[in-house]
RNA sequence: GCCCCGGUGGUGAAAUUGGUAGACACGCAGGACUUAAAAUCCUGUUUACAGCAAUGUAAGUAACGGUUCAACUCCGUUCCGGGGCACCA
């Protein structure tokens, strides 16, 4: 008999399968565990030898935990949403359904080979609709959620409602709220909730003509085709992750991931603590907010420098600049992202001919313009200190500007020092303090002057939510007008539509955009949503008095003659105030916050069919601003016909250059000051009659986007603790059971992905209600990235001959080609395997031997299909057997630790089995044909033998729960050698130690456990006892070190005093020789460890 | 540039609170069994020097310095490798 792994683990495996031996139950009155893995996306390449370290790793630590008593929840699914299979469906035209689908069975097929103890009735797949169902729930809780400032949580959007309408808001009071209609009640709400949309930029391809993730522009051109990428606006779904910035750095504190992966938490959120202040400018009535962290050095600013983007640039520039700025603008505009980020040192800007003043010394200030101020970074506007700040004082340097120097001998001159342990000079009153002090000092002061204030800034930016992709969660949205509205919860899930083609839709919208009919819900929606048009009080009034007076609104101009026309002018005036001319945008900064007469302008605001430039709703005033081109007489004429339609409304128009504004903005304000009093005192002065929302028939259109692929991961572990339940996400009893992610194990690139968005999530849920913890993993583990070894054939260049890598002593005169690893041994190639390796290619090659052997070069690199150095792990189970195959992933070194993979020492494990199967069973005798025997006994152990499984117990104990598996594989190895050498075999010994192999070797310790005869599955066996007393040694042998150096060693009683020990020490052969002539100057003793004696 | 994490035999790697550096394997060398191969077993394997040998002496955990009776472990400086961030004021 002998270990026959083949036939063990194919008979364990149905076995298991057959008996459910792996289902859990939530009813369990067993302390629950949960051990998770990062669940994979189901690849079209399949596994290789990577990628189930982990998964090995937490099977080991899920079986031990069950062993221990636990009821241990340990799943697994797929993460099937995503741009792959998407891509491969454009290329070949087979639907990401169909694809996934069999990419997960494939997958399935090789994760059981391994022996995995999933309960595969708790599976979850993203982009199954019983899933993404709460997927889109999820989303739409976030969409109803908002940020409460005061209690830092999350509450329902419906509670800011109700204040709203009793108590307002900052900016507005509760009458004025209720006033309002629903479009701008949507938009102020919207710039509160959880899940908002708002215009952003994105990444857009011409040549593809779609939008890009971040991950598919490498150097700013797209991944594939390496087409040229353009930032664009456009309408984008957001997840408000600033809010839990503070949260999430906090709650850091309380889980335990390694100090790399917090460091890189911390880092991304990137919080900054400062103040906020404003610089007065001089002869004009404007101020700059700059946000700076080292207010204590606020006498030592040498000019400001604004973003070049800064809305306040146009105002600031002076005459003489002007052709300068605007030269500046035009290079800055023409860089691409790319160019800006590669060319970080070179130093480019531009003086606006403004000065600001220093509110402490009055001091004139330049204020420049340049491009390595970020506009998307506190307030765009920065003081520039280049005494103590190393690009300010490059910046000083190249322009010439003088440095003024408030650290004294701390400041050399050659550069900055960004140091806070200086005493500040020429600081006037921070004189003498020493800068650390100094800020607080500094902040205090200014808030009491009123010019500023403390101020906290994260770098992290809220998250780009929407995609315009076709696989993924098709967003539970109805655009109606301009509203977002949500789809009822029993109208979920809203199917993804099946897809016959890929392509990009119009506009950069996504695939989904192609499809009309799904697209346009308008009339034919029924229960989804109300979409009858909802006019604020005022607007209603305006309606009635509209069909009072004409029965033929058209006629009137008064509306859009279809929905969609009026849908179309909605957007259009959307995309106009998103891409201001100069002079626009110099007249929104005046007129902007009820700036002027206290009234509110709206910029590019739909009149029936008209945009206007600006309007002012309260006082039926117009304002446009006229380009060049109005000059031309037939827009002249068409103007002409335009003003007279909207005076029929009832509106005053007043027109300007855009020479005029820039030229002198001052003058317009005084001009609109005016003219609207000229109104006020016209008695006449009602609001006009004009409509701004579209008539007839209801319309809508859904969203077309999708959600990213970090949307279904960012919940999947709630899931999996109820997931056939159809009435919520999860019931709150199964979670409360369950509760946190005990142990999760994955790789370290989701560090700020994935980590971040399911921290943000599971926060949400606990503010609302859902769950009960406000973190979801209590533990993570890193597992390390199994590189691949990749092995290389060196051909002569320009000829067929290939040279073995030892007699080449130039690479350079050789074409270096990846060859596959599975057909070289160590770094010998397999000549007769190369031959026929990609079918023949190199069949009438010359090859070169040394020796007779032909060697290969190797290189470390990632393992991938391209370099041909990706080994199956198919390949190994069906060489060696499962259980080899994960002793050896273990034994290959620490989890965590990122290694090139080797395959040679699994030969060493698999020795292993075989010698722990020889304590049990002789090798049958091929020759002889004689069967083995069974070697194994009942007898009693002695306490040398307990002595061994209790050592390894005690090992394999701590080594498992510090998921130092290399160590407990090795212990393994150390306890069966032992035995051997002890000849144990005796069945008390043996079973107990099968029990403690079981999760690192499920198969062969089943099978063994039973030909032992032992009592039902070794999967629910109780865990050995450690029983310390086989452990105490009645003596040690104790090493003696003279003056620190091991010379000798001396046995001793564990329980000898020092004295006694001394003794024993001074009078051996060993220690006297080394004594002679010299005298003990101390004699150390540690118990239990060691003895020095230093001469 | 900044922030993490590492650096130990030919190779993967071990080493509780500082306490016998190199466990356990791979590879290699030699040997046993065998007609042979496979499988299995045994011995040796950090380096240098001395010795037939057991063994002894010296050096040794990237480099240098420090703390300590004692340092792979703690501290400082430098070098190298890996990962992350990258104009964040």
């Known amino acids: 008999m002998e270990y026959n792994f083949r036939e063990i683990e194919k008979k364990w495996r149905q076995n298991w399968k057959d008996t459910n031996a792996y289902k859990v139950s939530n009813d369990s009155p067993k302390p629950s565990f949960y051990v998770l893995d990062m669940f994979p996306y189901p690849s079209g390449a399949g596994l290789h030898v990577g990628h189930p370290l982990g998964y090995i790793a937490s099977d080991i630590f899920s079986r031990y935990k069950r062993l221990k008593g636990f009821n241990v929840l340990h799943p697994m699914g797929f993460d099937s949403f995503g741009l792959p299979a998407e891509q491969y469906a454009l290329e070949t035209g087979q639907h990401p359904a169909v694809t996934t689908e069999k990419n997960i069975e494939t997958f399935k097929a090789q994760l059981d080979k391994i022996g995995f103890c999933y309960d595969w009735s708790r599976e979850v797949r993203t982009s199954d609709p019983s899933y993404y169902k709460w997927t889109q729930k999820i989303f739409l809780n976030l969409f109803n959620s908002y940020f409460c400032n005061t209690c830092k949580q999350a509450k329902p959007i419906t509670e800011l409602i109700e204040k709203y309408k009793t108590k307002g808001g900052s900016s507005f009071t509760a009458e004025e709220w209720n006033a309002f209609s629903d479009t701008e009640q949507a938009d102020i709400l919207m710039k509160r909730r959880l899940a908002f949309s708002k215009f952003g930029e994105v990444n857009w391809c011409e040549a593809l003509g779609t939008v890009l993730a971040n991950d598919e522009v490498v150097n700013g051109v797209s991944e594939r085709g390496g087409h040229p990428v353009e930032k664009k606006k456009m309408r984008q779904w957001y997840l408000r992750i600033t809010a839990y910035a503070d949260r999430l750095l906090q709650g850091l504190e309380t889980v335990q991931f390694?100090?790399?992966?917090?460091?890189?938490?911390?880092?991304?959120?990137?919080?900054?603590?400062?103040?906020?202040?404003?610089?007065?400018?001089?002869?004009?009535?404007?101020?700059?907010?700059?946000?700076?962290?080292?207010?204590?050095t606020i006498f030592g600013v040498d000019f400001l420098v604004v973003a070049p983007e800064h809305p306040i640039v146009n105002s600031l520039v002076s005459e003489e600049q002007k052709r300068a700025i605007d030269e500046y603008l035009t290079y800055v505009k023409s860089r691409s992202d790319r160019e800006r980020q590669s060319e970080v040192k070179q130093i480019t800007g531009c003086f606006t001919g403004a000065y600001a003043t220093n509110p402490f010394n009055g001091k004139p200030i330049p204020v420049w313009i340049a491009e390595y101020v970020l506009a998307g970074y506190g307030t765009g506007a920065i003081m520039a200190v280049p005494c103590g700040d190393q690009r300010d004082f490059a910046f000083a340097k190249h322009f010439n500007i003088s440095i003024t120097n408030i650290i004294g001998e701390h400041y050399n001159g050659e550069e900055a020092n960004s140091t806070k342990e200086a005493t500040l000079q020429n600081s006037g009153f921070l004189d003498g303090m020493l800068m650390k002090d100094a800020i607080a000092v500094a902040i205090n002061k200014i808030e009491e002057l009123g010019i500023g204030k403390r101020k906290v800034n994260y770098r992290m930016r809220d998250a780009g939510f929407s995609r315009q992709r076709y696989w993924g969660e098709p967003f539970p949205i109805i655009w109606k007008d301009e509203i977002a509205v949500p789809l009822a919860e029993n109208d979920l899930p809203l199917d993804l539509p099946f897809a016959e083609k890929y392509g990009p839709g119009p506009n950069g919208e996504g695939p989904l955009a192609n499809m009309e009919e799904w697209v346009n819900v308008g009339g034919s929606l029924n229960k989804q949503v109300d979409l009858t048009p909802n006019p604020s009080p005022k607007e209603r009034e305006l309606l009635d008095r509209l069909e009072e007076k004409t029965t033929d609104k058209k006629a009137y101009g008064y509306i859009n003659s279809t929905p969609q026309e009026w849908i179309n002018t909605l957007a259009f005036a959307k995309q106009n105030r998103h891409n201001p001319t100069e002079a626009e945008d110099a007249l929104w900064q005046l007129v902007r916050n009820r700036n002027?007469?206290?009234?509110?302008?709206?910029?590019?605001?739909?009149?029936?069919?008209?945009?206007?430039?600006?309007?002012?709703?309260?006082?039926?005033l117009i304002i446009e601003i006229d380009g060049g081109y109005h000059n031309e007489a037939e827009q002249n004429i068409f103007d002409i016909a335009r003003e007279n339609w909207l005076k029929e409304y009832g509106f005053e128009i007043i027109r300007f250059t855009n020479d005029a504004l820039l030229k002198d903005i001052a003058n317009v304000k005084k001009a609109i000051i005016e003219k609207i009093k000229e109104i006020e005192e016209k008695a006449e002065s009602s609001p006009a009659p004009l409509l701004w929302r579209g008539g007839g028939e209801v319309s809508a259109k859904r969203e077309t986007s999708t959600m990213p692929g970090y949307a279904g991961s960012s919940w999947y572990f709630l899931r999996y603790m109820d997931p056939h339940n159809t009435e919520t996400f999860c019931d709150r009893q199964a979670s409360d059971y369950w509760n946190q992610v005990d142990v999760y194990i994955g790789g370290t690139e989701h560090a700020v992905g994935?980590?971040?968005?399911?921290?943000?999530?599971?926060?949400?849920l606990f503010d609302l209600g859902y769950i009960g913890f406000d973190e979801p993993f209590k533990k993570l583990v890193n597992q390390g990235m199994i590189q691949g070894s990749s092995r290389f054939v060196y051909r002569e260049k320009g000829t067929n001959k290939f040279y073995s890598r030892d007699i080449i002593s130039d690479e350079n005169y050789f074409d270096k080609i990846h060859v596959d690893v599975?057909?070289?041994?160590?770094?010998?190639?397999?000549?007769?395997e190369f031959k026929k390796w990609k079918n023949g290619e190199f069949l009438n090659s010359e090859l070169v031997l040394s020796d007779g052997t032909f060697i290969c070069g190797s290189e470390v690199e990632k393992m991938s299909k391209s370099k041909y150095n990706t080994v199956n792990p198919d390949v190994l189970v069906d060489k060696y057997g499962a259980d080899t195959f994960r002793m050896y992933e273990m034994f290959l070194g620490p989890v965590e630790q990122s290694k090139p993979w080797d395959t040679k020492g699994i030969e060493g494990v698999h020795r292993f089995l075989k010698k722990l199967w020889r304590l049990f069973y002789t090798d049958a005798n091929p020759a002889t044909n004689a069967p083995g025997k069974q070697v194994w006994n009942d007898?009693?152990?002695?306490?040398?033998e307990y002595k061994i499984l209790h050592k390894t117990i005690?090992?394999?104990?701590?080594?498992?729960?510090?998921?130092?598996?290399?160590?407990?594989?090795?212990?393994?190895?150390?306890?069966?050698n032992e035995m051997a050498d002890a000849k144990c075999f005796k069945k008390e010994i043996l079973s107990q130690l099968l029990v403690i192999l079981s999760p690192y070797a499920p198969h062969v310790t089943e099978e063994l456990w039973n030909l032992l005869g032992c009592d039902g599955s070794i999967l629910v066996a109780a865990y050995p006892t450690l029983e310390e007393k086989y452990l105490i040694e009645a003596t040690k042998e104790y090493p003696v070190s003279i003056n620190g150096k091991m010379r000798s060693s001396v046995n001793l009683p564990t329980e000898v005093t020092e004295e006694e020990a001394r003794q024993a020490v001074l009078s051996t052969e060993a220690v006297t020789k080394w004594l002679e002539g010299k005298e003990v100057k101390k004699f150390i003793f540690v118990k239990g460890r060691m003895i020095n004696v230093v001469l």
């Open 754 to 764: 994935h980590l971040l968005y399911s921290r943000m999530w599971t926060k949400v």
């Open 822 to 832: 599975n057909i070289v041994d160590g770094v010998e190639l397999d000549i007769e």
């Open 258 to 296: 390694s100090d790399a992966m917090k460091e890189m938490q911390r880092n991304w959120i990137g919080k900054s603590e400062g103040a906020e202040m404003e610089f007065g400018i001089r002869d004009l009535k404007l101020g700059i907010n700059v946000y700076t962290t080292r207010p204590d």
């Open 596 to 620: 002027v007469g206290g009234y509110k302008f709206r910029r590019q605001h739909p009149v029936s069919s008209f945009i206007p430039d600006f309007v002012c709703l309260d006082r039926n």
């Open 939 to 944: 007898e009693k152990p002695n306490d040398a």
């Open 954 to 976: 005690k090992k394999i104990e701590q080594d498992t729960e510090n998921f130092s598996y290399n160590t407990a594989v090795a212990a393994f190895m150390i306890a069966v």
